[in-house]
């Protein structure tokens, strides 16, 4: 059984468009990360959401918006696609911190292209 | 918010050769810190993890890495690399973001390893 899963793994749309990536976790996680890695490979922190709380935003535009009905759902809805949104997207889980002993457990990525 | 530090962003190695990728750390408070390694196409896997104790921690496939604290130090070691090492490799604090006394630590630049036969 895959530990962390998100749908779909690629996502091509249009400018303007609306789109959701949803991320689930069988890891009994309280902690769930959405990153964005560029063409370049740099891997930022978009969102983190602890027992369905938001915890971290780190200056994303408000066109994204992640949604988490359960803490083992993360999702991720995108308004208004834009080219620079074209990325590769990992949610990610974490057990809960313990002493800071909190590796990162990623799902497969989806690659989202906008054109 | 600072990323952790890795200079080295394109490493190119013959196989049999020994590796060393830098990650270097700024953070006013206690710091662990972790390898990732991400294969072509694939999500990234943790490496190796130093949370106290010993600072030279052992990993899976080889790797080592040492935490030293006086340098704000924490690079990746392998003494004899192989193709299959070719990888992009992460360093990065628990979480992938360390946060707290007005610091924050987020996730390394990323090294790019290619390993030729």
């Known amino acids: 059984d895959t530990a962390v899963s998100q749908t779909p793994k690629y996502l091509v749309t249009q400018m303007g468009n609306d789109k959701s990536i949803k991320c689930e976790q069988n890891?009994?996680?309280?902690?769930m990360y959405w990153y964005k890695q560029d063409s370049k490979k740099f891997l930022k922190i978009m969102f983190s959401?602890?027992?369905?709380?938001?915890?971290i935003n780190e200056t994303v535009p408000n066109r994204f918006s992640p949604k988490s009905p359960d803490k083992a759902h993360l999702n991720l809805h995108i308004n208004s696609l834009e080219l620079g949104d074209s990325a590769v997207y990992f949610c990610?889980?974490?057990?809960?911190?313990?002493?800071?002993?909190?590796?990162?457990?990623f799902g497969n990525g989806t690659r989202l292209t906008v054109t | 918010a600072q990323s952790v530090s890795q200079h080295n962003h394109h490493v190119i190695l013959s196989e049999a050769a020994s590796l060393e990728l830098g990650c270097n750390y700024s953070?006013?408070?206690?710091?662990?810190l972790f390898w990732y390694v991400q294969y072509p196409g694939q999500h990234l896997q943790l490496l190796l993890k130093?949370?106290?104790?010993?600072?030279l921690v052992k990993g899976i496939k080889g790797f080592e890495a040492e935490f030293i604290k006086s340098k704000f130090s924490f690079n990746l070691r392998k003494p004899s690399v192989q193709w299959s090492d070719t990888a992009e490799y992460f360093c990065?604090?628990?979480?992938?973001?360390?946060?707290?006394?007005?610091?924050?630590?987020?996730f390394g630049t990323g090294t790019q390893l290619k390993v030729e036969l």
């Open positions: 130093y949370f106290s104790g010993d600072p």
């Open positions: 990610a889980s974490s057990p809960p911190r313990r002493g800071g002993h909190s590796p990162l457990h």
């Open positions: 990065a604090p628990p979480g992938g973001i360390l946060t707290g006394g007005g610091n924050k630590l987020t």
């Open positions: 890891l009994g996680h309280d902690t």
């Open positions: 953070y006013g408070g206690t710091v662990n």
């Open positions: 959401y602890n027992n369905k709380e938001l915890i």
